[in-house]
């Protein structure tokens, strides 16, 4: 598993081979769970690593983009329990459906994501949008590589995926930030519900 941040320089690639960074970001994820953004500073996380203050900023340059690269490893970890939960259903609408449900789900009940969207959604917010680039488009690469998949598995046209994933991504984004409306997606059969009218027919559209 790695981990891409951007900075000026271009993106940082953290490999399982990085033990010290592999060290920060373990630290970063306890502190930023435990006490959230605002009260944890990038010394708090290196104090926590046992690393210096410099060998925190060698590494991620900054505190948004140590943010950022914790956001991003656990996405990835979300991957993995993602893919294992709906690889065994037979259509890519009845994964996308619950997909969709799995993502609500998980992201409310996880210590960091849910905490934060809980506590401190004004600071999480520029993360997950306007400064959101990195976390947004590893999603979005992620889907549509799925989507293109079953595109070849199922037989479907051969049309760019791309769009169509980034849209399904900023639906799900949008309730997370904001679940209060019509649909109350804390309720996992409307939140099925409402994924197998409108987002399940997106896929033949």
Do not use: W
């Not at 953004?37 to 203050?53: C, P």
């Not at 590494?59 to 065994?88: G, M, N, Q």
């Not at 259903?89 to 449900?101: Q, S």
């Amino acid at each position: 598993m790695s981990t891409d941040t951007d900075h000026p320089g271009g993106p940082v690639r953290v490999g399982a081979e990085d033990r010290t960074a592999l060290r920060i970001l373990d630290a970063a994820l306890e502190q930023f769970t435990l006490l959230g953004l605002r009260r944890s500073s990038v010394d708090d996380v290196a104090k926590r690593a046992g690393v210096s203050r410099v060998t925190v900023f060698r590494r991620f340059r900054s505190k948004d983009r140590l943010v950022e690269a914790t956001l991003l490893r656990e996405l990835a970890r979300f991957y993995e329990l993602l893919d294992a939960t709906v690889a065994p259903l037979p259509t890519m609408e009845e994964r996308v459906v619950e997909g969709f449900v799995v993502t609500l789900r998980h992201t409310r009940v996880h210590p960091l994501f849910g905490g934060l969207l809980r506590l401190e959604p004004e600071l999480v917010l520029p993360h997950l949008t306007v400064r959101g680039g990195s976390t947004l488009s590893s999603t979005v690469d992620y889907l549509t590589v799925h989507l293109r998949r079953a595109q070849k598995a199922e037989g479907r046209p051969g049309d760019d995926p791309r769009p169509l994933a980034e849209l399904m991504v900023r639906v799900a984004v949008s309730f997370l930030l904001n679940p209060a409306g019509c649909v109350a997606m804390d309720d996992e059969e409307q939140a099925r519900a409402f994924a197998r009218r409108y987002l399940a027919p997106l896929l033949a559209a």
